[in-house]
C-alpha cells in the first residue's frame, strides 16, 4: 500500500556533522511537510513544499538546516552543523494537491547529535 | 496562551470504557479539523478530518466539531488496549497556496486490560 518511506531510520551524530535526511512521499502527492518532534515542544512544522517549489520555510532556522525537493519523488533535508539541540525525530508527511490538510506522515528520522 | 491546547495526560482506562479527548483553539480561521494517533516510535496516522462543525462517525470514532466553542473532541467507543497511543489533534488553516496544520502537543492514552 502507499506509504511516506523515510531514510536513514536512526542516525547518531557528533557535533558539527553535516546530516542528510531523504523522504519519498506518495506517488502523486504533491505537497510534502518536514517536521520535528521533541518532548518539550511537540510536533513543529519546519518546512513545506508544493510541486517541488518550497512556501514556506520560516520554521527552519536558517543559517544550519536546508530543505529542497531534487525531484518529485525526493525530498531533503540537511543540517549543517548538527548541534546537540538538533536530536529530536524528524518527520515527512505528504498531502494530495486537492486536500493537503490530509496529511500522511512517514516514520521518521531519529537523530541523536552528541 | 498556545494556539491549540491539548491535555496530555495520561488518560488511563478499562478495556470496554468510551474515551473522550479534547482539544480547544483560538484561532478563528481554522477550517479543518483532524485527528492523529502515534503508537510509541511510529509516525502519526490520520484518523479521520471534518469540515467545519458538526459529527463524523467512522467505526468506533467520532469526532466532534464545535467551532462555536472553539472546542473539538474525539470519543472512542469500546476502548481496546490496542487503542493505546498518543492522540493528537490538529487544525488546518489556509495560508502559503496550502492548508497548514496547528498540532496539539497529545493526549497519551493506555487502555488496560
Known amino acids: 500500500d502507499a506509504r511516506v518511506t523515510q531514510t536513514p531510520r536512526h542516525k547518531v551524530t557528533e557535533m558539527g556533522q553535516e546530516v542528510t535526511m531523504r523522504c519519498q512521499p506518495i506517488?502523486?502527492?504533491?505537497?510534502v511537510f518536514w517536521y520535528r518532534q521533541t518532548m518539550m515542544q511537540g510536533l513543529e512544522l519546519l518546512a513545506y513544499?508544493?510541486?517541488?517549489?518550497?512556501?514556506?520555510d520560516s520554521g527552519m532556522p536558517k543559517d544550519r538546516f536546508s530543505a529542497e525537493m531534487p525531484d518529485a519523488t525526493l525530498a531533503t533535508l540537511k543540517i549543517q552543523p548538527s548541534e546537540p539541540r538538533d536530536s529530536a525525530v524528524y518527520f515527512c508527511?505528504?498531502?494530495?494537491?486537492?486536500?493537503?490538510?490530509?496529511?500522511?506522515f512517514g516514520p521518521g528520522t531519529r537523530l541523536t547529535v552528541t | 496562551q498556545k494556539e491549540v491546547e491539548q491535555d496530555p495526560g495520561p488518560l488511563s482506562v478499562p478495556e470496554g470504557a468510551i474515551v473522550s479527548l479534547n482539544c480547544t483553539y483560538s484561532?478563528?480561521?481554522?477550517?479543518?479539523f483532524m485527528w492523529y494517533r502515534q503508537y510509541s516510535r511510529k509516525g502519526p496516522e490520520l484518523l479521520m478530518y471534518?469540515?467545519?462543525?458538526g459529527n463524523k462517525e467512522d467505526g468506533r470514532f467520532t469526532a466532534q466539531v464545535d467551532k462555536s466553542s472553539k472546542y473539538i473532541s474525539l470519543f472512542i467507543r469500546d476502548s481496546q488496549p490496542s487503542d493505546s497511543a498518543t492522540y493528537l489533534c490538529?487544525?488546518?488553516?489556509?495560508?502559503?497556496?496550502?492548508?497548514?496544520?496547528?498540532f496539539g502537543r497529545g493526549t497519551s492514552l493506555i487502555v488496560h486490560p
Open positions: 471534518t469540515y467545519s462543525s
Open positions: 508527511a505528504s498531502a494530495p494537491e486537492t486536500s493537503s490538510y490530509e496529511q500522511y
Open positions: 484561532n478563528s480561521a481554522f477550517q479543518y
Open positions: 490538529a487544525m488546518s488553516e489556509w495560508a502559503g497556496g496550502s492548508y497548514i496544520p496547528t
Open positions: 513544499f508544493r510541486n517541488r517549489a518550497p512556501l514556506d
Open positions: 506517488l502523486g502527492h504533491n505537497t
